[in-house]
Every structure is written in C-alpha cells, then in structure tokens.
C-alpha cells in the first residue's frame, strides 16, 4: 500500500516537472518575435478591413420629406403632414397607405376619400411633390418609430 501512495505522488510530482529548458530571451529574439506579431497584425488588418463601398450617403430630396415647404407623396413620413392644417390623420393616413403616386392629381384617386379630404388636399396641392419612391424612406412612410 506505501509502494503504491509513494508511486502516486512521484507521478504526479511528474506531471508538473517541465519536459524541455527553457530556451534564453534575447534582445534579437524579441525584435525577431516583434516584428513577427507586427507583420501578422498588420495582414491581418489589411485582410479585415473592406475597401470603402459606394453608398448613397444623402436623398436628394431630404428637404422634401417634411423639413422643407414641400411634401414628396410618395416618401414622406405620415408626421410629416401634421403642419399642414386637417391634413392628420385621416387624409395623411390615406396618402401614405396608398401609392406609390406618379402625379400629385393621383391622389385624389384612392379610395374611401370623403369630400373634406378632398378640400383639404386640393388646399395644400400646390406643396405636394413627387418623387421616385426610395426603398429607404417607403418602408418608413406608415410608421417611422418615433414616438413622445
């Protein structure tokens, strides 16, 4: 039973020993490692980083979406339409769900539009504008996710 115990003990006293010398650290060995970890580092940035893509940075007709004097119908935000008097939410709603629109005078096409609306349309007409549709603000036209 002790010849086992003391066998244990120098095995396991030997799973910790270190198998090798460790080998000196040199100045020439650390610059050697240094430009090494340099060279990877910088390939490996080089292979990360993607050239610059050719995105559209800025909508030619952002003054139109509600910030300018105009409205374009078929990109605009329904909130756009709250500083037009009567306009929010029943005729606003009806312009943003229906379109897209390829004149200003389509808009009196949709359906359901009472009389008022057509008023008050027809009063804020000459402010409307159309614009091609862009994927990026047509998602956005029924609700943007702003909220108080």
Same mark, same amino acid.
């Given at each position: 039973?002790?010849?086992?115990?003391?066998?244990?003990?120098?095995?396991?006293?030997?799973?910790?020993?270190?198998?090798?010398?460790?080998?000196? &650290?040199?100045? $020439? !060995?650390?610059?050697?490692? +240094?430009?090494?970890?340099?060279?990877?580092?910088?390939?490996? /940035? *080089? %292979?990360?980083?993607?050239?610059?893509?050719?995105?559209?940075?800025?909508?030619?007709?952002?003054?139109?979406?509600?910030?300018?004097? &105009?409205?374009? $119908? !078929?990109?605009?935000?329904? +909130?756009?339409?709250?500083?037009?008097?009567?306009?929010?939410? /029943? *005729? %606003?709603?009806?312009?943003?769900?229906?379109?897209?629109?390829?004149?200003?005078?389509?808009?009196?096409?949709?359906?359901?539009?009472?009389?008022?609306?057509?008023?008050?349309?027809?009063?804020?007409?000459?402010?409307?504008?159309?614009?091609?549709?862009?994927?990026?603000?047509?998602?956005?036209?029924?609700?943007?996710?702003?909220?108080?």
């Amino acid at each position: 039973m002790k010849l086992a115990i003391i066998s244990a003990l120098v095995a396991s006293a030997a799973a910790f020993a270190p198998n090798a010398q460790p080998s000196a &650290q040199t100045a $020439l !060995n650390a610059e050697a490692d +240094r430009r090494a970890f340099l060279g990877a580092a910088a390939a490996f /940035g *080089a %292979a990360v980083i993607p050239a610059a893509a050719n995105a559209k940075v800025d909508y030619e007709g952002i003054a139109n979406l509600g910030g300018g004097s &105009q409205i374009d $119908l !078929n990109n605009a935000n329904v +909130r756009a339409y709250l500083r037009l008097s009567g306009m929010y939410p /029943g *005729a %606003a709603g009806k312009i943003v769900t229906h379109g897209p629109y390829k004149t200003v005078s389509e808009v009196y096409n949709i359906p359901g539009l009472t009389a008022g609306e057509k008023e008050v349309i027809k009063k804020y007409e000459s402010r409307f504008v159309v614009g091609a549709p862009a994927p990026e603000y047509v998602i956005d036209r029924i609700n943007n996710g702003l909220y108080r």
